[in-house]
């Protein structure tokens, strides 16, 4: 099958795409505890030189022995076209599932709607980007930063506060403005860029309102309260690291 797919493939089968939550598999939804339960196959993330990724260990007491598991790998530092390539290979094989009646699961990290490469192959996939089709379903997850906000007892917004998600991939302009205009930050893929946030938090005075949480849910779980005194060996941050900056706690 070509292309992307119409609202008019009412006879095709159904592709769920899950939120897993942030790393404690018992903090995804009911309703895709129950899903994963009945898939005929599910699209599992491989980490690093094929191991088992988060997603996967996540969910995997929630499926039935009898759904076929596959396995793929999102290239996270190749360029740009040969990113495409595997989405575009990924979303073609999905597509083909669905169409061949099969009931398809596809699994992403926190939630599918908020950074996910699940995005890219929506685009992909359908015609019409403002309705859902009927052999869609996209089930939201817990976020990083949701997660985060409760372990911690740091609120991400009150009253008519205003609160900004922001990747510090964003050029540091950006980053200013977020901080400067809101009253609540939450800044996400911090990991190797630790060093240069903290100089701009130092900059904007709000190190004494920031927090950090890496792994956020997991048995390796850090929470770092005075960032200004971090040692250089706890700067080489795991993948999962988040900043939540809230200007009035
Ligand atoms: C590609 S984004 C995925 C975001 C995800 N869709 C969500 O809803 O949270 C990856 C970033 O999410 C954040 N993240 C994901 N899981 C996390 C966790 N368990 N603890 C802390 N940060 C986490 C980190 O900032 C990480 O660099």
Redesign the pocket.
């Known amino acids: 099958m070509d292309g992307k797919m119409n609202a008019g493939k009412l006879n095709a089968g159904k592709l769920y795409v899950m ?1 897993v939550g ?2 404690a598999s018992d903090l995804i939804t009911v309703r895709a505890a129950r899903i994963l339960s009945e898939l005929d196959v599910i699209y599992t993330p491989t980490g690093k030189k094929g191991t088992q990724s988060l997603a996967h260990s996540i969910i995997a007491e929630y499926l039935s022995p009898t759904t076929e598991i596959c396995a793929y790998h999102f290239l996270m530092k190749a360029d740009r076209a040969a990113k495409e390539a595997v989405w575009d290979e990924v979303a073609q094989t999905l597509k083909e599932d669905v169409a061949n009646g099969r009931k398809v699961g596809f699994v ?5 709607m ?3 490469t699940w995005v890219f192959l929506l685009e992909r996939m359908v015609s019409e980007q403002i309705k859902i089709p009927p052999w869609l379903e996209i089930v939201p ?1 817990i ?3 949701s ?2 906000a409760a372990v911690s007892g740091i609120p991400l917004a009150m009253e008519s506060q205003t609160l900004a998600v922001v990747s510090c991939t964003a050029p540091e302009t950006v980053l200013e403005q977020a901080l400067v205009n809101h009253d609540c930050i939450v800044l ?4 190797s860029r630790f060093t240069r946030i903290r100089d701009i938090l130092r900059r904007h005075n709000l190190l004494k309102h920031a927090l950090m ?6 048995p390796t779980e850090q929470c770092w309260r005075d960032l200004d005194t971090l040692s250089p060996d706890e700067q080489a941050l795991s ?4 900043i939540l900056i809230n200007k009035n706690w």
């Open positions: 939120g942030p790393g992403t990290l926190g939630d599918p908020l950074f996910s997850g976020t990083s930063f997660a985060i996400m893929k911090v990991y949480m890496a792994d956020a849910t997991l993948y999962f690291s988040t």
